[in-house]
């Protein structure tokens, strides 16, 4: 069964506090990894995909890495604006998105 | 990226009533799709909203419950019927634009049924 499973469910940091979010992820023939950033009261908003393994994105403080099994999502000094929750998602052979359930980053000024 | 407007923002409901959920999108879409998101829980896919056609609903989900109706390719309407506290929730309107691989929200009706 295609699952897709984050960690930690939440986290503290301090500003200039670095920290990575994992995704581990099971799915039958990954066509495309995902990370979104959810703020509270709004819809996801889309960050990055990842296609294959060894694969890396930056966006100004993030940075997301792909392994056949895990995707890391790198935090390098982050702000209070970084705050939100932060959902990666799998597409499948099938087409079909699952997503996790999300990691809830707040940043302590 | 599209922009999608979504309404009611948020809604408080009676058991047993009926709230339709509008999704407009500024641009022609061929692909739209509508979430809900449970505290704590995953993004779940309730269906896939057709034009011309009826929806593909995924597994649990079913049309007496969420019917959806996709008039045209910038607009499309979930209802949730015979509310129960079990569908407070929020529900998401999501599209896929030609020619990419990433899904577009809006910003999600809340929905509380007392």
């Known amino acids: 069964e295609d699952q897709v499973t984050q960690s930690p469910e939440a986290l503290r940091l301090q500003e200039g506090e670095s920290s990575s979010l994992n995704c581990s992820y099971t799915?039958?023939?990954?066509?495309?990894l995902f990370w979104y950033r959810q703020d509270p009261g709004k819809g996801p908003e889309f960050l990055f995909t990842l296609y294959s393994a060894g694969e890396e994105k930056e966006k100004e403080r993030l940075k997301a890495t792909l392994t056949k099994k895990e995707s890391f999502l790198h935090i390098t000094a982050p702000k209070p604006e970084d705050s939100a929750t932060y959902l990666c998602a799998v597409q499948a052979r099938d087409d079909k998105i699952i997503f996790g359930k999300g990691t809830r980053l707040h940043i302590l000024p | 990226s599209a922009v999608i407007s979504q309404k009611p923002s948020r809604d408080i409901c009676q058991r047993g009533t009926s709230l339709t959920i509008q999704c407009q999108v500024d641009s022609q879409v061929t692909m739209m799709f509508w979430y809900r998101q449970q505290p704590g829980q995953s993004l779940t896919l309730i269906a896939t909203a057709n034009q011309g056609s009826e929806a593909t609903y995924e597994s649990g989900f079913v049309i007496d419950k969420f019917p959806i109706s996709r008039p045209n390719l910038t607009f499309s309407t979930l209802t949730v019927s015979n509310m129960s506290p079990e569908d407070s929730s929020i529900y998401l309107c999501?599209?896929?634009?030609?020619?990419?691989?990433?899904?577009?929200f809006g910003a999600g009706s809340r929905l509380t049924v007392l």
């Open positions: 799915v039958s023939g990954l066509r495309g």
């Open positions: 999501s599209v896929r634009e030609s020619g990419a691989n990433v899904l577009t």
